[in-house]
């Protein structure tokens, strides 16, 4: 396994920012794309953070992400929004779409976001996060196209599916803190088969099979040809099905489009992602269900651990120790990861010494 260096959260940012300005990025773009990035590092998800630099810095050479793409308000039904993102960055894009739904929520107690066209949207609890500020429970249905579909289908040996993500959130009560449940339907994210690449380690079992459809451990089968094999999805048929909800839902329903071989030929990531929002206060206010939420926590928390775990975790959680851990101590990068990311900034003519001031490497 390769080394790890850590690295302060601000100073990322920064470095980040320099890259994403160079790609013609204007400068809050630059630094809401970089503060996207780094918060999916501090929350543990490296999947999702620097490491997608690279990724961005090509769709933008490639022209198939536009750093001038803004969400544009196509239908508006009171409590329903639908938005068309122009393949803008999905840090801009969400931030404006969840923005909007939050101010409608708030009016009607409910609204139904569609948003279609995003470029990557990143974590999407980093949304869900957004939604919890506002007091709003949500839901959040994602789906992926653009590229070489990744999941198979339950039954199946080929790619068909995207990583599809689901989200949902519940505010903190005044004793617990927020839910936050937020998973690729895919046993794991792709950009966790990078992670385990760059640090030359074994996938874990049931992730991915190869072209003939047996079981590997060997995170390369997909990298650098994501056709050599394909993701398993999570819960077996249930993941399955939860990722064929997300096409419909994210993406038939969004009118950004499904998985289909005609969207294949790009290679970007377009996301869609349908976004219930609801405001506590329509049903009687947060304070008048906090108890049951409590109470519900507390039986479920009461729980013996099995052996080698101290308790039960609930969503949410995992994400905040690490959060806590890494603001204090900085960001662990694998030698990998950082090379990859400087190499990034190069693609757009930023030195490599520039970033290594900049980051504090
Ligand atoms: P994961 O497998 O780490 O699961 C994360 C979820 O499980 C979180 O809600 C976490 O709090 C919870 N969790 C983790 N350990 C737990 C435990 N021991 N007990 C209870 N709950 C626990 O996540 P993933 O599937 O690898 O997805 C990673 C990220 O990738 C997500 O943020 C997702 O939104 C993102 N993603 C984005 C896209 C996209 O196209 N934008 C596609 C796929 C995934």
């Not at 007091?135 to 068909?160: E, Y």
């Not at 304070?287 to 049951?292: F, P």
């Not at 690490?322 to 960001?331: C, D």
């Amino acid at each position: 396994m390769s080394e790890l260096k850590r690295y302060g959260h601000e100073k990322l940012r920064q470095a980040i920012a320099a890259v994403f300005r160079a790609g013609k990025a204007d400068e809050a773009t630059a630094r809401t794309v970089a503060d996207m990035l780094v918060d999916a590092n501090l929350s543990g998800h490296d999947s999702h953070g620097i490491q997608m630099v690279s990724y961005y810095v090509d769709c933008l050479n490639n022209g198939t992400l536009d750093p001038a793409g803004r969400a544009e308000l196509v239908l508006d039904a009171g409590a329903v929004l639908r938005f068309d993102g122009h393949m803008g960055f999905g840090a801009v894009v969400g931030a404006a779409t969840m923005e909007a739904g939050i101010a409608r929520a708030g009016a009607h107690g409910i609204a139904l976001v569609a948003t279609a066209n995003s470029h990557h949207l990143g974590r999407i609890g980093y949304w869900a996060e957004t939604c919890l500020q506002a007091g709003l429970v949500s839901l959040h249905f994602v789906n992926v196209h653009g590229h070489q579909p990744l999941v198979a289908p339950w039954g199946g040996i080929r790619a068909r599916m995207g990583t599809n993500p689901f989200c949902a959130a519940v505010p903190a009560t005044d004793r617990h803190p927020p839910f936050v449940l937020d998973f690729a339907t895919s046993k794991i994210a792709f950009g966790k088969v990078h992670v385990a690449n760059d640090k030359g380690i074994p996938l874990p079992a049931g992730a991915m099979i190869d072209a003939q459809g047996h079981p590997t451990l060997e995170p390369a089968t997909m990298i650098p040809d994501a056709t050599g094999g394909a993701l398993l999805t999570m819960g077996e048929h249930k993941g399955f099905g939860l990722s064929i909800l997300c096409e419909l839902l994210g993406g038939a329903l969004t009118g950004g489009g499904a998985n289909r071989p005609e969207r294949i030929v790009q290679e970007t990531t377009t996301n869609g992602m349908l976004s219930i929002l609801i405001d506590p206060a329509a049903l009687g206010g947060f304070g008048t269900i906090a108890g049951e939420i409590d109470a519900l926590y507390d039986f479920v928390l009461s729980s013996p651990p099995v052996a080698g775990s101290d308790s039960v975790t609930l969503a949410g959680e995992p994400e905040r120790r690490a959060r806590a851990e890494r603001l204090q101590a900085g960001i662990p990068l694998a030698e990998q990861a950082w090379a990859n990311f400087v190499a990034a900034g190069g693609r757009v003519g930023v030195a490599a010494a520039t970033l290594e001031t900049l980051a504090g490497a």
